[in-house]
């Protein structure tokens, strides 16, 4: 949907097999707390669906802005903050049922207007947020669970329980997940919400803001209606 060729695009990511064979020229680092990128030295950075594993993703977005060139673009992609939210919810409740107490089990994740914000606060220009759920399906929660280990995505939250969490508690949360949750096939819903960031190192080709008050053409003119003065 960018109509561009770019001749240096960088990648980061877990999972550099994944990718090797798509981009075989990219410069393709994985995506620890200091980035191997160089200073202005791509065109495209792609940050691939890793930045919600970052303790300062603010930081991970300034070192890419860094080493992007001028009027280069960052592509983004994260989980969004309803991401399992049905397994956030049911996990909760069971634990409490069962062992009268919490301990943090998913991940916490940015809301849209969050993660838009942060582009703003790492220097971009133009930033750009999109949201698209990606709505899939299991036969239960604890082939749900199963998925995500394989993932790699289980809890890694430094408050997280550290003994193996007990049976029962899992029973339980797989059978609220179903009740609550559940489909007419008898199959339970997971939701991942993807978030799409897309922004662009500044450069002074792009479009510029102009002051307020500095229009030259009255928005009554534009739609063609009467302006109606306010009261004092």
């Known amino acids: 949907m960018v109509n561009r060729d770019f001749t240096n695009p960088a990648i980061i990511t877990p999972f550099p097999q994944v990718w090797a064979t798509v981009f075989p020229t990219a410069h393709i680092v994985p995506d620890t707390e200091v980035l ?12 691939a669906l890793a930045l919600h594993w ?10 890419c802005r860094r080493a992007l060139k001028p009027d280069g673009l960052l592509l983004a992609l994260t989980f969004g903050g309803q991401t399992l939210h049905e397994l956030r919810a049911a996990l909760g409740q069971a634990e409490a049922e069962v062992t ?19 582009l703003q606060r790492a220097g971009f220009a133009l930033p750009v947020a999109d949201s698209l759920p990606l709505n899939t399906s299991y036969s239960s929660a604890l082939h749900l669970m199963r998925d995500l ?8 939250l430094q ?18 997940y179903a009740e609550n949750f559940g489909t007419d096939d ?28 500095s ?18």
């Open 149 to 156: 280990r394989a993932m790699g995505e289980t809890n890694a």
């Open 36 to 47: 191997d990128l160089q200073e202005g030295a791509h065109d495209l950075v792609i940050h």
């Open 186 to 213: 008898g199959r339970i819903p997971a939701t991942f919400e993807m978030i799409t960031l897309t922004a662009w190192s500044p450069d002074a080709s792009q479009p510029q803001p102009l002051r307020p008050g």
């Open 54 to 63: 970052a303790d300062d993703p603010v930081g991970q977005l300034i070192q």
């Open 215 to 232: 229009a030259s053409q009255r928005l009554a003119d534009v739609l063609n209606t009467t302006e109606l003065p306010l009261k004092d």
């Open 100 to 118: 009268g107490g919490m301990s943090p089990r998913v991940l916490p994740m940015g809301e849209i207007r969050e993660l838009g914000a942060l």
């Open 159 to 176: 408050a997280r329980l550290r003994r193996p969490t007990q049976r029962a508690v899992l029973l339980r949360a797989a059978q609220i």
